[in-house]
């Protein structure tokens, strides 16, 4: 999403809210055009919540994503399918040479330690882990994401200090993640917070440590005007459907 028009959802958002109600704005994967939009918007908008989220050893190894070697790949007319398929082994992910320097590269940067180190001096911006390789967790076998959970928090200390919050990659539960890997993620780090991709708001109540909290992910090809209305959908939706009651039994 241009960053005029993510300026617009901001602008259509915050106003809709009302009641006290807080807009968390959180970003996955680390890239840097994210670390600097947030940089310059967060001391504008003390208000907003902003998450950025990161993989520790890909930041610090300047490792990058399989869909960026993908997109690489296309523009010279080559089918990605096979990389992108293969299965994720945790422990060889960050090592495959055809990933290594993609985090360098002007069209796929992702922000340094520097930049999330300045990102979380700011009051109203948290670092957020999103695990080394990025792989689905319910694709792993228990020791592999019991070893990608125990690995990813050891470098965030490493590198960052207290891990704060945890964001399961793509995030959505049942399909992403599923109770094994919440029950693992709130063993391991009981004072995180866990976030998923389950797109409704949630109350105050809900904002406690070890619960998985939903986010509503945006697509940024829809424009601003789009992407607020289904938002604000997706919230009236939900707030509809939780002051249900089921109708009496006749009797």
């Not at 299965?87 to 999330?116: H, I, K, M, Q, V």
């Not at 948290?126 to 694709?139: E, G, I, V």
Request: aromatic fraction near 8%.
């Amino acid at each position: 999403m241009p960053a005029e028009e993510l300026d617009a959802l901001v602008e259509l958002l915050l106003p809709a809210l009302g009641g006290g109600a807080r807009l968390t704005l959180s970003f996955d994967d680390g890239y840097a055009d994210a670390a600097d939009w947030i940089a310059s918007r967060a001391p504008r908008l003390p208000s907003v919540e902003f998450l950025f989220c990161l993989s520790p050893r890909k930041t610090e190894q300047r490792v990058g994503f399989r869909w960026d070697r993908a997109e690489l790949l296309r523009r010279v007319g080559t089918d990605p399918a096979s990389l992108l398929g293969a299965p994720y082994r945790p422990a060889e992910e960050n090592l495959r040479p055809e990933l290594a320097g993609l985090a360098d590269r002007p069209d796929f940067r992702l922000a340094t330690l520097d930049d999330a180190r300045r990102l979380a001096r700011l009051p109203n911006v948290a670092l957020c882990n999103h695990s080394n390789c990025h792989a689905r967790f319910s694709d792993l076998t228990d020791q592999e994401a019991a070893a990608e959970l125990a690995e990813s928090r050891a470098d965030w200390r490493r590198l960052f200090g207290e891990e704060r919050h945890f964001a399961f990659p793509f995030g959505t539960p049942g399909v992403a993640f599923g109770a094994r890997d919440l029950a693992l993620a709130g063993a391991s780090a009981p004072s995180a917070l866990l976030w998923t991709t389950e797109a409704r708001p949630y109350g105050p109540e809900e904002r406690a440590t070890g619960a998985a909290l939903p986010r509503m992910a945006v697509d940024g090809t829809w424009g601003s005007r789009s992407a607020a209305a289904w938002v604000l959908y997706r919230s009236l939706r939900h707030r509809v459907e939780s002051r249900a009651r089921p109708e009496r039994a006749p009797g």
